[in-house]
């Protein structure tokens, strides 16, 4: 089973995009679900975490109050609105799924998805 994300793009500063991100197979077990992402010559961070049963969710102090992460009526799929965007957001955004307790770094995550870029022009 993948991640599947959709929704990047290129955008100008100030702009809105969502992302969005399900699994092409059926994941069993109820995942609390992420949006990692990764700038050129940076390490891949976490931007927004969202408990399976949404009442925990976490923002990296850059995105907080522009960025929204949600999950979706189907079982597993997660979103990211992203309004306010700026040039630093400029990166490729990952989606990831965990079924463990720890949320914050790559390795505590079991699934990812491919990625889709997401650029910001000033």
């Known amino acids: 089973v993948q991640l599947v994300e959709s929704g990047g793009g290129l955008v100008q500063a100030g702009g809105s995009l969502r992302l969005s991100c399900a699994p092409n197979?059926?994941?069993?077990?109820?995942?609390?679900m992420a949006w990692f992402r990764q700038a050129p010559g940076k390490e891949r961070e976490c931007v927004a975490a969202?408990?399976?049963?949404?009442?925990?969710?976490y923002y990296e102090d850059s995105v907080q109050g522009r960025f929204t992460i949600s999950r979706g009526n189907a079982e597993n799929t997660v979103y990211l609105q992203m309004n306010s965007l700026k040039p630093e957001d400029t990166a490729l955004y990952y989606c990831?799924?965990?079924?463990?307790?720890?949320?914050?770094?790559?390795?505590?995550?079991?699934?990812w998805g491919q990625g889709t870029q997401v650029t910001v022009s000033s």
């Open positions: 990831a799924a965990t079924s463990g307790y720890y949320y914050l770094q790559v390795y505590d995550y079991d699934y």
């Open positions: 197979g059926r994941l069993f077990n109820r995942y609390t």
């Open positions: 969202i408990t399976w049963m949404s009442n925990f969710t």
